[in-house]
């Protein structure tokens, strides 16, 4: 005769791992970082690209960094960087949303001014900016149901 005996299932965090997270996100910081200091239209760096090509027709040039795409792109990798200190990604997540749709934004400003040239930092800051949204998608674990 067979004897049945309950189990129970008890719901458990299981870590997902924190090396794909953390492995993503310091690429897409690094590559953020590094697209500072790449060309990314008309051989103007990053670092002389002024923000306000972002929503201006004209690509204009600056001498300060802080008004800078690129320092805009070293910001974000920054912020990437100290992402990893939370388990969830949520940050890493974001640092890379905001980098995608920049950089997008100012692919279509290039595109719209006189002179289409898009150079290295653009596609840098593009990569850069989806490995930070795929590695902030691993975050600290993942529910599953153990039978005890």
């Known amino acids: 005769m067979a004897m049945h005996h309950p189990t129970s299932q008890v719901l458990r965090t ?3 791992g924190a090396t794909p997270r953390i492995l993503l ?3 897409g910081a690094a590559g953020l970082i590094a697209a500072a200091f790449q060309s990314w239209t008309r051989d103007l760096q990053g670092t002389d690209v002024s923000w306000r090509s972002v929503y201006r027709d004209s690509i204009g040039s600056t001498d300060d960094i802080v008004q800078s ?3 805009a792109a070293i910001l974000l990798g920054v912020i990437a ?3 990893f200190a939370d388990d969830s990604g949520w ?3 974001l640092v890379g949303a905001v980098g995608l749709v920049g950089s997008t934004v100012f692919v279509v400003q290039v595109y719209r001014s006189s002179d289409h040239g898009l150079q290295a930092g653009v596609w840098f800051a593009l990569a850069g900016s989806l490995l930070c949204v795929i590695g902030g998608l691993y975050g600290s674990g993942r529910a599953v149901f153990v039978r005890d």
Request: charged letters at 5%; aromatic letters at 0%; a positive charge.
């Open 81 to 83: 960087v100290m992402g």
């Open 69 to 71: 795409i690129g320092g």
């Open 14 to 16: 299981v870590p997902a």
């Open 25 to 27: 996100s310091a690429l």
């Open 91 to 93: 940050l890493v997540r």
